[in-house]
């Protein structure tokens, strides 16, 4: 069963940092490529990073460029999302996503997401 559990959101002031977490399982980690998406209110779901099996970065948002790092840790089926320089316009509900492939179909996964809230 494939499981996607997000950690690390909170509430930070502007200009703050916080590290995201997604914990995998159920597939096989380090042969998926992963992504972060954000979904703010009343918006449209919008992908933010994605990072593929072998590190290598792809589809960064314009918005975060510069300021968002993703990473995974293979050895531990984890992804990361470093942000700093948090705006207030970062405030979204944070997914982790993969799509899997069994028996010749593309599954999507999200997990429950993790808010994050930059405000003063």
């Known amino acids: 069963q494939v499981q996607l559990v997000e950690s690390g959101g909170g509430l930070v002031q502007p200009g703050g940092s916080l590290r995201l977490s997604c914990a995998a399982s159920g597939f096989t980690f380090s042969t998926q490529v992963m992504r972060w998406f954000r979904q703010a209110p009343g918006k449209e779901r919008e992908l933010v990073v994605g990072i593929t099996s072998a590190g290598e970065i792809t589809n960064y948002a314009d918005s975060v460029k510069g300021r968002f790092t993703i990473s995974r840790d293979n050895t531990k089926n984890t992804v990361y999302l470093q942000m700093n320089s948090l705006k207030p316009e970062d405030t979204a509900v944070y997914y982790c996503?993969?799509?899997?492939?069994?028996?010749?179909?593309?599954?999507?996964?999200w997990g429950q997401g993790t808010q994050v809230t930059v405000s003063s």
């Open positions: 996503n993969t799509a899997v492939l069994l028996r010749g179909t593309y599954y999507t996964y």
